[in-house]
């Protein structure tokens, strides 16, 4: 073991080098290096190994290579870094940190950050204000990249640094070092993006930190302030938002159905997150479903798509590889693919001339407070910064969850935070009996607005018995529709400026719709177009409701809905043919119905709308026949 450690010391051969959710062995991976394109270019091998799993291939991929879902994505031309793995071994924790280098680490200058805090804090104001403001989205995350030097770097000094990390970091989902014979990648990861083995898929949304920034005296101190943040509603909001955005993806891969578990919490030297786990089933080939996944909530915004036109309008750099995915490619023992796949976050990425970075971000929310998102970023980097700055002086903190083991008052506060979510998302989705027969007969086209909500709203129809087509407003023709059921979606922006190509699309859908006599549903921006196609005013909101849970009046009975929207309609005097629903002070028009149609500005498919399943249900049900008084 001493002469393969020392062979990649050399850094002669490429390898990477694993630890996987504090195991206590370490996957050693060694193979030839190459440069792919794509996704689908990365080499795939078949059949069955003479082992019960063989790893193929790992690669590093880039954050550009989201441009493969034909989002935006700036790009200094990195490419998907591939390790074509030739031998694979499995070796102690123990043993492995015997062998590792421990030279000193000296850095030409201090890290420094591209941005100031002042800087830093001003672009989040600015987001805040004029993005999440304007309704372009309910969260974004803008990183903040620090740099340095180290002296006389080698592949050595980079083993040094992952020793730390071994030795003081804890509850991360990889620890890894990657080296293709020409970059390197040190990181302590947190947080699993997707899991794929025997048609399970998995994906692990992390958001909401509490940073372990002091030392407590007692037990009952720590618990007190734990359990502050448990019940923070930004903390907690923060995180239902990545899980809606998260269970977006879920929806579309994973059309078995599947399952929320949680609210966890997971523990690290220097943070303490919580987290869901997202669990489903499909039949869908790796390569498809990692693509399908590109990239995380947390580390881009939702929805995603205008999250990716956001970070490209606030920078002019690439985002190289921060933000991304590393994808670890292989067979179990029938033969049958698998991958596993960290976000690569809390990771420096250091060239031959020792020349590093290392980039961290805040989820930037409604209400963020700009200084606390900057002491996040620092917070988050600490571990790894600490590792490089002075490997031999880490001192690892002490575990404090685990004095917390079974505590009735933290189980209890977890637990609550489940009590008013979509009961359709925590449990596996079946046919229900009492739409089985009408959902052979029943189709519905829905129209995509730049929101993978339309996936989530698919997957609970497609649990109805009724089938659902995925359409972008872009290619949608209203003559060729031939559904029983049309539903105009959500999406980002302002309904008011029909100057845009979308929303004067979507205006003219209304129109046409609303003419025709044709069974419809307005969800979210599509509730807006009805409504100001009808002559009520949409009018932007003194504060964004941008992941936000309320109980309303729905046409007669109470429900706890969740809303992401800037805009809202509101009543006219003047209109007295339809049915609407109206919440707070100012009278916010959040429903309505009429002669087939419905309109709902809240999403009944998000895990904040309780009875979500049933809401649609019945709107269905009107739908198909007005006479029924359920709306």
């Not at 790992?58 to 031309?77: L, M, W």
């Not at 025997?198 to 692990?204: E, F, L, S």
Request: aromatic share 10%; with cysteine.
């Amino acid at each position: 073991m001493k002469e393969i450690i020392q062979n990649l010391a050399n850094g002669q051969q490429p390898f990477c080098l694993i630890q996987k959710q504090d195991d206590e062995n370490i996957l050693i991976l060694e193979g030839q290096s190459q440069v792919n394109e794509k996704i689908d270019d990365i080499p795939r091998q078949s059949g069955k190994p003479t082992q019960d799993k063989i790893y193929d291939t790992i690669s590093v991929i880039p954050f550009s290579q989201i441009r493969e879902r034909g989002y935006k994505a700036r790009t200094h031309g990195e490419k998907i870094l591939t390790l074509a793995i030739t031998h694979q071994h499995e070796i102690p924790l123990e043993v492995l940190l015997e062998h590792l280098p421990c030279d000193d680490i000296i850095l030409e200058q201090n890290i420094t950050f591209d941005s100031s805090e002042e800087e830093y804090a001003r672009l989040i104001e600015t987001i805040v204000e004029d993005e999440i403001g304007n309704g372009e989205g309910a969260n974004f995350v803008v990183p903040r990249v620090s740099r340095g030097r180290i002296e006389s770097f080698s592949v050595r000094k980079a083993f040094t640094i992952f020793k730390s990390l071994l030795e003081n970091d804890y509850g991360t989902y990889w620890k890894f070092i990657f080296y293709n014979g020409d970059t390197l990648f040190v990181g302590s990861t947190p947080e699993r993006h997707l899991y794929v083995e025997a048609n399970r898929v998995k994906m692990n949304p992390i958001s909401g930190t509490f940073r372990k920034d002091r030392k407590y005296n007692t037990r009952a101190s720590f618990k007190n302030e734990l359990l502050e943040f448990l019940v923070n509603q930004k903390e907690i909001n923060e995180l239902f938002m990545v899980v809606d955005e998260e269970l977006k993806m879920m929806a579309k891969m994973c059309r078995q159905g599947g399952s929320i578990i949680g609210p966890l919490l997971k523990e690290m030297s220097q943070l303490i997150h919580s987290e869901y786990l997202l669990s489903g089933k499909s039949d869908k080939d790796i390569f498809e479903l990692f693509k399908d996944s590109m990239f995380a909530a947390t580390v881009t915004g939702s929805p995603v798509e205008n999250a990716c036109n956001i970070i490209h309008k606030y920078s002019d750099k690439s985002r190289g590889y921060y933000g991304s995915a590393l994808l670890l490619v292989g067979r179990d023992k029938n033969g049958d693919d698998f991958l596993d796949s960290p976000i690569t976050i809390r990771t420096a990425e250091i060239d031959r001339d020792g020349n590093f970075i290392i980039a961290v971000g805040a989820t930037l929310v409604r209400d963020s407070i700009p200084t606390e998102e900057v002491k996040e970023t620092e917070s988050k980097s600490a571990a790894l910064t600490k590792s490089i700055v002075n490997p031999d002086g880490v001192s690892s903190s002490t575990p404090m969850l685990s004095k917390l083991a079974n505590d009735d008052d933290i189980a209890e506060t977890l637990q609550q935070r489940n009590q008013f979510l979509s009961n359709f998302w925590f449990f596996k989705q079946e046919i229900p009996v009492q739409l089985r027969e009408i959902g052979k007969d029943v189709t519905i086209s829905l129209i995509h607005n730049e929101d993978d909500f339309a996936f989530m709203l698919k997957h609970m129809f497609e649990s109805l018995g009724v089938r659902t087509n995925v359409i972008s407003f872009k290619d949608y023709v209203f003559e060729k529709d031939e559904s029983t059921i049309t539903i105009i979606g959500s999406g980002p922006g302002n309904p008011n400026q029909l100057e845009e190509i979308k929303m004067s699309q979507n205006f003219k859908f209304v129109e046409q719709i609303l003419n025709s006599g044709k069974k419809a549903m307005f969800i979210c921006l599509g509730h807006q177009f009805l409504c100001k196609y009808l002559g009520y005013p949409v009018e932007k909101k003194r504060i964004p409701y941008q992941g936000v849970q309320k109980k309303i009046e729905l046409f007669g009975r109470e429900e706890r809905v969740g809303f992401y929207n800037t805009f809202v309609p509101k009543p006219s005097l003047s209109i007295k043919d339809h049915k609407i629903s109206l919440d707070g002070p100012d009278n916010e028009l959040v429903a309505i119905s009429g002669e087939g149609f419905l309109g709902f500005q809240f999403h009944p498919e998000s895990i904040l709308t309780k009875n979500g399943d049933l809401i649609l249900r019945d709107s269905i049900l009107y739908l198909l026949d007005e006479t029924q008084d359920r709306f």
